[in-house]
């Protein structure tokens, strides 16, 4: 609970992760907007790419497999293709995990730091809540997507907090259906070109709210 609160300090507020671009863009104007997006681009990211991996690195914590670790860092850095994407995973995964240290220290914690200080917030995340199942700590890491998107479109849209917070629950609801059988299929790539191109265009945004 604390670490899915809004106040935990990993930094993911100051990230759009693509949806500032697209909002400047037009492609996303409204709730209505808000919602498809999550819906057509986030949810089907986090079924077929995001959950799968996050299984695998829940797996390889709780084995406190510190090589295979690495490994599915490498691969997730490899999969992000944009730059901006890269570091905005790597910045929120190297804050929590200093504050991991912090509040949770452990053997494989501090492994992992030492090889990787800079690593994926999936990882991280996945080392975090590996004392949990693994079916609620995916859907812990998948409400920190859906939640984060949320939060960033306050900013950029004409939005309350009550139509947002409806997109939320039925995004979530949408998510739910279907997140155990992502987690027993093996990860697969998720073409996502709109998002990329979005994150692309946006590290080269004239003006900009957020990092990312």
Known sequence: ???????????????????????????VKDAAGLERFLETQIVPALLTFELPY????????????????????????????????????????????ELLRQLSPSPLVESHHAACPFSHHLVVTAIEL???PVAFAARAFAFQTV??????????LRIGQTACQSI?????DRLGADLDCSLSRPPD????PLLEIAS?????????????
């Open 200 to 212: 692309l265009r946006h590290a080269r945004a004239d003006a900009r709210l957020f990092i990312s």
């Open 1 to 27: 609970m604390q670490a899915n609160d809004s106040q935990y300090p990993s930094g993911a507020y100051a990230h759009s992760f693509g949806l500032e671009e697209l909002v400047e863009c037009g492609t």
């Open 168 to 172: 939320v629950r039925r995004t979530l």
């Open 189 to 192: 790539g998720w073409f996502n």
């Open 54 to 97: 996050f299984l695998r690195a829940h797996e390889a914590a709780l084995k406190e497999d510190a090589a295979g670790l690495l490994e599915l860092d490498a691969e997730l850095d490899a999969w992000r293709l944009p730059a901006e994407t890269r570091d905005a995973s790597r910045r929120i995964g190297s804050r929590r995990l």
């Open 147 to 156: 939640t984060g998107f949320a939060t960033a479109s306050m900013k950029l």
């Open 130 to 132: 590996s004392s949990l």
